[in-house]
Nanobody, 131 residues
Framework: QVKFVESGGSLVQAGGSLRLSCVAY????????IAWFRQAPGKKREGLGC????????YYTGSLKGRFIVSGDSGKNTWHLQMNDLKLEDTAFYFCAAPSSISAQDRCLAGQILLTEYMGWGQGTQVTVSS
């Protein structure tokens, strides 16, 4: 099964930018689509966006579109989350994961990211935004 390792998180001032990376290990046949998530202290993990490794199409949650950009290079087993104009409320642990089925993949790209349908969870990378 696939396993992801996230990196790139750090302390950044509000208004700044960060580029997170996600690398896949193990069975990488399951990386046709990748989704990014975050979990802020005391809050539930939420889906941020989905990237189709086959055709490059993307989906974002409505509030993040324009500030966050997902991209990837499946040939290098690496995906990225570019975060711009960071806000205090973006402070969280950030994760990537893969849909566990074709139907989950279809839902991801149609704008429905259901947490229980994802696999390959890593430790995440911490992003802290300061004022």
């Amino acid at each position: 099964q696939v396993k992801f390792v996230e990196s790139g998180g750090s302390l950044v001032q509000a208004g700044g930018s960060l580029r997170l990376s996600c690398v896949a290990y193990g069975d990488r046949r399951d990386t046709s689509a990748i989704a990014w998530f975050r979990q802020a202290p005391g809050k539930k993990r939420e889906g941020l966006g989905c990237f189709n490794s086959v055709d490059g199409s993307t989906y974002y949650t409505g509030s993040l579109k324009g500030r966050f950009i997902v991209s990837g290079d499946s040939g290098k087993n690496t995906w990225h989350l570019q975060m711009n104009d960071l806000k205090l409320e973006d402070t969280a642990f950030y994760f990537c994961a893969a849909p566990s089925s074709i139907s989950a993949q279809d839902r991801c790209l149609a704008g429905q990211i259901l947490l229980t349908e994802y696999m390959g969870w890593g430790q995440g990378t911490q992003v802290t935004v300061s004022s």
